[in-house]
DNA sequence: GTCTATAGCATGATAGAC
DNA sequence: GTCTATCATGCTATAGAC
């Protein structure tokens, strides 16, 4: 393997784990067993060896997604897209990604809840505009399938529906710390979020009872502003 | 106000927008208009400082959460609690926090989300322990509410739960960057998540139907690994 | 393509005057 | 408590030999 790939996997790694700016340079071409000076020949510097992570995984995993969508569209000719068809459309590419790419596939999801949490951060910005392409033909696919929901709401409930996928990349191994030994790639945990999202995406959009506030005052005193 | 308390406040502005990591003594002191030798003084180093900042709120915040589980368990008198109220003692707290805090509880919940979205950096392990106790607390009322679902699947609904908050958190005013105008600490957006969580927390466990693949064959070459 | 060497600068921390 | 000055270290990036 070349010292470009070996470079990339290393970076992906490092920022995975600590971030984008907690990790140096060093760090990186040392995990690699390269020059220092090798990430400046290939690849200019260290915000573009961050885009070539992302790009060498993101696109072939947004035209996936996009595939299945187009696929399960054709196979409604024109009518809505059963909700499971869309979501599983959304969900199951970076899953079976984290299958197919092993140990880096893991850790580039990881990366990916990581700078989707943390959406300031350099560079976050293109990663964040490629998947928009994908999210806004969603947005079109749930509106139409949960006819309804206002599309404020279409827009509220993908955003609940990605966090908690992001969230289960994010935290890789370590989700749900205590005591569940799912790892995030197994269909359990894939399940989990299809039938959570299902449910939540069905509800009426209006019907809240908020519980009235019980009888004991909670109200304790706080720093002020 | 005093040169530690805006300390505080910078260090929070920042590091809520920045990370941590991407964030300098130098930074904080020049927006606090204090002088560089003052962090090392008050709190010793930039991680007490980062300590400090989550201390002053994160306690009362998870105090008052349990107070109201509290009153609403007291309430129900050993039957299990409704869900409403459950979802309504974990994640109402923190949105009414950001408004009786204004500019600076908004940004300490983005603070929030953002280090639990990458829980392995310095001194996350601090606020994750801290908030690991209220969990267990609820997992517990959750778990009574919801008889029929496994340990596990509570423990990952529960989590779906959590990311859908902390997203929310963490993209603060950015919240659905297209085109949803709700601010993230607007009733809106917490009746959403609620209404969204108690429909995904009550779906059954196992009914979930995997969709069939679609008959044109969605799978494309990617880079191997 | 790979390496050494280093420029040029920012960082966290501290010593010590006031 | 606040300030200036500075240390020691780490950083990204680059120039230039091989």
Redesign the pocket.
């Known amino acids: 393997m070349?010292?470009?790939e070996r470079l990339l996997d290393a970076a992906e790694e490092l920022f995975a784990e600590r971030g984008f700016s907690a990790?140096?340079?060093?760090?990186i071409t040392a995990l690699a067993r390269?020059?220092?000076?090798?990430?400046?020949?290939?690849y200019?510097?260290?915000?573009a060896l961050l885009e070539a992570v992302f790009a060498r995984r993101l696109q072939p995993l947004n035209r996936e997604r996009l595939a299945l969508l187009d696929a399960y569209e054709a196979e409604a000719a024109g009518q809505p897209v059963e909700l499971q068809k869309i979501l599983w459309a959304f969900l199951a590419p970076p899953f079976r990604a984290m299958h197919r790419w092993g140990d880096g596939g893991r850790r580039f999801m990881q990366l990916v809840g990581r700078v989707y949490a943390a959406p300031i951060q350099p560079t976050g910005e293109t990663f964040i505009k490629q998947f928009d392409l994908a999210k806004q033909r969603f947005q079109a696919a749930f509106q139409n399938t949960l006819p309804h929901l206002s599309h404020d709401e279409v827009t509220r409930r993908m955003h609940h529906t990605i966090a908690a996928m992001a969230h289960t990349m994010a935290w890789g191994r370590a989700f749900c710390c205590l005591r569940s030994q799912a790892e995030p790639e197994s269909d359990v945990v894939l399940r989990s979020i299809l039938q959570f999202a299902a449910a939540g995406l069905l509800a009426a959009e209006t019907d809240l009872s908020v519980p009235a506030a019980p009888v004991t005052a909670a109200t304790s005193r706080e720093p002020g502003r």
Do not use: F, I, M
């Open positions: 070349g010292t470009k990790t140096s340079l060093r760090d390269a020059n220092l000076a090798s990430v400046n020949y290939h200019g510097n260290k915000e």
